[in-house]
């Protein structure tokens, strides 16, 4: 039955609103139709468009399903777009009133079966976004004498999505194809233009009988190697299909400003004793290719630019394309039927959960400063929630001097910091902490290996610049205290505001040092220094890589440092800490959130590097990692940067790590990197609304609940998660309707 929870079992709902990855039994989607209004046509190859009102002029929805309703006797394809006029309400209209610019959303053909998204993607529709109307195009092969309604259905909701979809259309408008040749080539090229940054995560192909084969080929800045985004036969069922069925080498990848984007068309026309051209009827050819990405809301190719049509770099195309290629199948592969893990991470065959909305947990009654960590001890058949505030002391700008040691000594808080609470009541079990701590940051339950009972508690303190262990219950007196209090340093006696800790299964303690020291600390369990690394300069198998690198967003120096230190940037924060247990053989890891630069990366306990995780799908900040074992999933939580010129919004990330035996696996098969550094390993996202700093979180061991505390509001939240069969849709409604009516009361 485990084997079956970590494969098709597990569906975190997102409040009934978000759809299950296989099944959408738990959810209730709205559903719109477009349809063409009982056409006919006058001839064969006849080309029918009608324009269609969004859901409403008021309110952005986010389609989540595209379910196609052609008549297979008669539609040939059919194209949705989605375009910037605004329509009034009302039946289909043969033309827009005025002149709107049109991206294309979804294209079917061939028997393809419905496009279903990823976990927290859609496709943004309504005010405030480019597609304020619809524009569907059918092209019927036959005479249509008999009234038609082909069309399609869109699923949607009116919950926020953390990305949004977009089509970026490459096509050839003009070519000839001499009759009787195996191998014609067509080729188009395009730089991507400024201010787009997106993830690519499928691909679709169109063109007619004579067409053997359709590439695509990304170059990284414009430079040579090619690198192969998947290659697809347009006799199959003309579906979107994950890259990595396609040939890639992984299942997504970033592309951004001044990456060239090119494709090749591949025909035989040995069968032909004419010339063939590009063109719109059935004898005529096509040579199209589409590709199915995410992005934040505001790094969407424009409208205007959403397509490539010319061959803008012919002579760089001649050179880094395949001449010629391993030609696809005739068996297609495997289509994307809604399954996650088909469009986006790796090929492992994890199911990305749903998350719910977040509930705000009241904490009546309590006086709560800071609330800067949480945790759960696992407490007779349930758990107990454990908050982690810093009372009447708050961090701010003046709080450290330019060596980063705090301006007000001897400042411990006079209350308990510590709070434990029963998480269904909130009742108040027990509070602890009084004159113990300065600026508490981070907090972490341990517990038995053999009982699962909670055996100790950790807590670190940026001010202290220390990490205290709390043996369970004991909370008058720490079992052991590492660091000097007071005094910032890099040796194995100090450590530079520790931002976290976590323990491995054999009971050896990681440190992440934290905000000035970008290292992880490790000790024995009995408190004994072992060893440290950097986060940035570490100790890796020499291993290769089959795909580029992307810069750091922050140029960072690196120097050893003494125990006066000399100040770093500082952009280089660890500020949290999760281990992969070693299941199933694989090595254990520790992994770290490197939270300035957005990346993940994680180590073996012994401090060599297994992979990197970064990538679009990691901006900006990363604050919060958390592993569920249950799940095999790593859950990432985003910040919001209000400094940035385009905000983001808070949201959750779910990653699917590698877990390899060996780290000899990786150097035989680096493959299993590939991708990684460029949102690879990402299966999924939930949203985290009016969460506005996301400091930290936690998942229970049951992996039925995800806790998070916002530093910003000193406001902690549950997420519910339910697995398939639970009686959850209620519940989450309940949850819904509570905070839609509490959210006006949250601070901002």
């Known amino acids: ?13 997102l409040c009934a609103l978000l759809r299950s990855s296989t099944m959408n039994q738990f959810t209730e989607l709205e559903e719109y139709d477009l349809k063409m209004p009982g056409v006919q046509t006058e001839q064969e190859d006849g080309y029918v468009t009608f324009w269609y009102p969004v859901m409403s002029p008021h309110r952005t929805f986010y389609v989540t399903d595209i379910i196609p309703k052609p008549n297979h006797s008669t539609a040939h394809h059919m194209i949705l777009m989605g375009c910037t006029e605004l329509l009034r309400a009302g039946p289909p209209r043969k033309q827009a009133e005025h002149s709107s610019s049109c991206s294309i959303l979804y294209a079917w053909a061939h028997n393809a079966p419905p496009l279903h998204l990823p976990v927290g993607v859609g496709i943004a529709v309504g005010p405030s976004t480019p597609i304020e109307s619809f524009k569907l195009e059918l092209h019927y092969l036959p005479k249509v004498n008999y009234p038609d309604y082909s069309g399609l259905t869109l699923r949607y909701t009116a919950q926020t999505q953390p990305r949004v979809v977009g089509v970026f259309l490459m096509l050839s408008n003009w070519a000839l194809i001499e009759p009787g040749r195996k191998n014609v080539t067509v080729d188009i090229s395009c730089r991507v233009p400024e201010g787009v940054s997106i993830t690519l995560m499928a691909m679709r192909t169109h063109a007619h009988d004579l067409s053997r084969a359709v590439a695509g080929y990304l170059l990284p800045r414009g430079q040579p190697p090619a690198q192969l985004l998947g290659m697809g036969n347009p006799q199959w069922p003309q579906a979107f299909y994950s890259l990595k069925s396609l040939n890639a080498k992984f299942n997504s990848i970033d592309i951004s400003s001044g990456d060239i984007l090119l494709a090749r068309c591949v025909y035989d026309s040995t069968s032909r004793t004419r010339v063939t051209q590009i063109g719109h009827t059935h004898s005529d050819e096509m040579c199209n290719l589409y590709l199915l990405y995410h992005t934040n809301s505001f790094s969407l190719f424009p409208p205007e ?27 297609p592969p495997k289509i994307v039927r809604g ?40 407490i007779g058949g349930g758990h107990e929630l454990v908050l982690l505030h810093r009372c009447e002391n708050r961090w701010n700008s003046q709080s450290f001097d330019g060596r980063y040691r705090y301006r007000h000594k001897n400042a411990y808080v006079t209350s308990d910091p510590v709070v434990h609470l029963d998480p269904v009541s909130m009742h108040v079990k027990h509070t602890w902490g ?6 508490p940051h981070g907090i972490r339950v341990i517990h038995n290996t053999k009982s699962g009972a909670p055996e100790a508690v950790f807590i670190t303190d940026v001010a202290l610049h220390q990490v205290f262990k709390f043996n369970w219950g004991q909370w008058d007196e720490p079992a052991i205290v590492w660091g000097t209090a007071f005094e910032p340093g890099s040796s194995p006696r100090h450590f530079c505001q520790p931002a976290d800790v976590d323990v491995s299964s054999s009971g050896e303690i990681f440190i992440a040092d934290g905000y000035c020291n970008s290292r992880i600390v490790k000790f024995a369990a009995n408190g004994t220094y072992l060893s440290d690394w950097s986060t940035l300069e570490h100790k890796a198998p020499d291993r290769s890589s089959t795909i580029r690198t992307l810069s750091p967003r922050y140029r960072l120096q690196v120097r ?12 280089m924060i660890v500020h949290s800490l999760t281990m992969i247990p070693p299941e199933a053989n694989a090595l254990e890891q520790v992994c770290a959130a490197n939270r300035e630069r957005a990346e993940i990366v994680c180590f073996t306990t012994a401090g060599e590097e297994v992979a990197r995780y970064g990538g679009s799908g990691l901006l900006p900040k990363i604050y919060a990692i958390a592993y569920s074992q249950r799940h095999r999933v790593l859950f990432a939580a985003i910040n919001a940067d209000d400094n940035m010129e385009q905000p983001y919004k808070s949201h959750g990330v779910l990653l699917d790590p590698i877990r390899p035996h060996s780290l000899e696996q990786l150097s035989s098969h680096p493959e299993m990197l590939t991708g990684l550094k460029e949102s690879g390993a990402i ?10 700093q996301p400091h930290a979180m936690t998942i229970t061991t049951s992996g039925r609940h995800i806790y998070a505390v916002d530093l910003a509001s000193s406001i ?33």
Request: some cysteine; overall charge negative; aromatic content about 6%.
């Open 716 to 748: 902690a939240f549950s997420f519910e998660i339910a697995t398939n069969g639970d009686n959850f849709k209620k519940s989450c409604l309940d949850n819904l309707l509570k905070y839609e009516d509490e959210q006006g009361n949250i601070p901002s």
């Open 305 to 331: 630019e959403g397509f490539c049509m010319v061959n803008e770099f012919n002579e760089l195309a001649q050179k880094v394309m395949d001449e010629n290629p391993d030609m696809p199948s005739s068996t």
């Open 434 to 439: 009084a004159n113990q701590f300065v600026l």
């Open 560 to 571: 050893e440092e003494t125990q006066d230190m000399d100040i770093d940037d500082g952009s």
């Open 339 to 378: 399954s996650v893990s088909d469009l986006l991470g790796s090929s492992s065959g994890t199911v990305a959960p749903n998350i719910s909305l977040p509930r705000i947990l009241r904490l009546d009654g309590l006086q709560i400063g800071q609330l800067s960590a949480v945790a759960t001890a696992e």
């Open 1 to 13: 039955m485990e084997a079956m929870d970590h494969k098709c079992c597990l569906i975190l709902l």
């Open 683 to 692: 299966v999924g996202f939930f949203a985290m609304p009016q969460i506005v």
